[in-house]
């Protein structure tokens, strides 16, 4: 029996189509189909049921799984820490997601540091996102996502937190005037980033942090916040973006900040990593690395109130 057909298996167990494990699994369709075909050949009994809609496993299958899979988990480890106590620096390949603006402004300076660092390691970045349904364990190593996570098979680090602002350029509020209050912005041309299109504003002086949300007609929306940046620079609107993504255009005098006395609730800022079973070194020395170099206090999976990196 080969190991990748039953990691073929348990990639369907665990998605629940072929579809879905196969981009998992990073093999085309026929591959995993192949590989499946071939197991129940070996084990001589069906493992899946297969209908036009759904994929699910037999009692039998169900079993098999349930048995296997933490074997199979065992001897990955076991081949893995091998590897690394056997050679004299890291080396290996870095699968991992994470959201455009965060991945230009915060992170792609420390990817840099590390790849110096550790010239034998490489890094994939092939999937840019802040979607939360998106990923799994088997298509990457490590997941930066900004914003609260549902509860998965990965582990989550808190790093710090994105601090979203109001900007516009100084032309444009000179031609329409400064907004006062949240209400005050239906009457203002709104620029949003995808798929953030409303806004959620709470006023300083008040005790209880009753959330205001602005959800008037959107006059552009883009799922790239460079471009929505460039887009209030050039004086077409107001926008609320993370701190970090519009620092640079606030020093130089191209945007100012609005309504100061109103502030959109910060998010948290996770990294996201196997919580299960043996990491190879190359692994634990990025996630230790990208700790180091963004992480607030905070222990795992815990919030507070004062975190740096805003």
Known sequence: M?????RTLIAIAQHGSFRAAASALDIPP?????????LEDTLNCQLVIRDSRNVSLTPLGEDYVARCQPLLSALESATSELRDNTQNHPKGSLRVSAPVGLLTYRLMPLFNQFLAQYPDITLALTHLSNQHHDYSPEQYDVVFRVGQQPDSSFAAARLGESQRILVASPTYLQLHGQPRHPDDLAHYARLASVPEFEWALTSKNDEQKQIVWVNTPVRMAIADLNSIKQAVID?????CLPNYVVADALTRGQLTTLMEHWYSPPRPIYMLYQRMGYLPAHIRLFIDFMRAGLSDPCEPDQGCDACPGR
Not at 235 to 239: D, E, F, P, V
């Open 235 to 239: 004086g077409l609107g107001i926008a």
């Open 2 to 6: 080969k190991l990748d057909d039953l």
């Open 30 to 38: 026929a591959t995993l189909s192949r590989r499946l075909q071939r």
